[in-house]
């Protein structure tokens, strides 16, 4: 297990190559295999997705060393002097990561190589002129292993600079995308329950079908259509 001095040591020194990405990320020579972080089964590259819920203690284990890899992160960020930077490259490659397939299945997929997948972040880092300490950050993920926890080391990075501004960020889930006031109300409307400035990061999940998924820290509130559904179908289960 990687010690948080170990990965900000490695993170601050380690020299990392640029490479393109390549044509066609070369597939480990395992054909169909889960990956122990994610859960997910991969029938080939490019092919379907099947992604299983999470035990409690594997989901446990996978946000806890995705914090301390957002940890170290945030601690060396304040100590360069370049938190905001880095908060924006973080922003950034979130929304690469969400808004391309090929990159997310090239970060979880268990099929592709390590080096391939360092090789392709690092690309995409070099692409977006991230900061250099950014850079180094996501290749030290991928060469130990843990690109497929990226997102969740960002999100976490993303809260704990959040936090140090006395604020607390959300993550709102929502059938369709919000707009610019109702955006503003649900902001004001958390800000007033919490009792601190709310910093939002809304995403869009058409299976919702109504409602919102509203994501706190460790704490969710789920007022989602879908959620109400499944209820019924449990309750109509046992009647």
């Not at 001095?5 to 066609?24: K, S």
């Not at 002097?81 to 997310?104: F, N, P, Y």
């Not at 130990?144 to 990226?150: E, I, T």
């Not at 976490?156 to 959300?170: I, P, T, W």
């Amino acid at each position: 297990m990687e010690s948080r001095a170990r990965a900000r040591a490695i993170c601050r020194g380690r020299r990392v190559e640029t490479r393109a990405i390549p044509r066609r990320i070369r597939p480990c020579p395992t054909r169909d295999r889960r990956s122990p972080a994610q859960g997910r089964v991969f029938a080939r590259p490019g092919g379907p997705v099947r992604e299983p819920v999470l035990s409690a203690s594997s989901a446990q284990g996978f946000q806890e060393a995705a914090d301390r890899y957002a940890s170290a992160l945030f601690d060396l960020a304040q100590e360069a002097g370049s938190l905001a930077t880095i908060e924006s490259d973080a922003r950034g490659m979130l929304a690469a990561v969400s808004q391309s397939d090929d990159l997310a299945r090239a970060l979880t997929s268990p099929l592709f190589a390590v080096e391939d997948k360092s090789s392709a972040i690092v690309a995409v880092a070099k692409a977006m002129k991230l900061d250099g300490l950014t850079s180094n950050f996501l290749g030290l993920v991928a060469a130990n292993g843990r690109a497929a926890a990226l997102p969740m080391m960002l999100k976490s990075f993303l809260a704990r600079a959040a936090k140090a501004r006395g604020a607390v960020r959300a993550e709102i889930a929502s059938p369709a995308e919000l707009s610019p006031d109702q955006r503003e109300k649900l902001s004001a409307a958390l800000q007033r329950a919490l009792g601190r400035p709310v910093e939002i990061e809304t995403a869009v999940e058409p299976e919702l079908i109504g409602g919102l998924v509203v994501k706190i820290g460790s704490k969710m509130y789920d007022s989602s259509v879908r959620s109400k559904l499944n209820a019924l179908k449990i309750a109509l289960k046992g009647a």
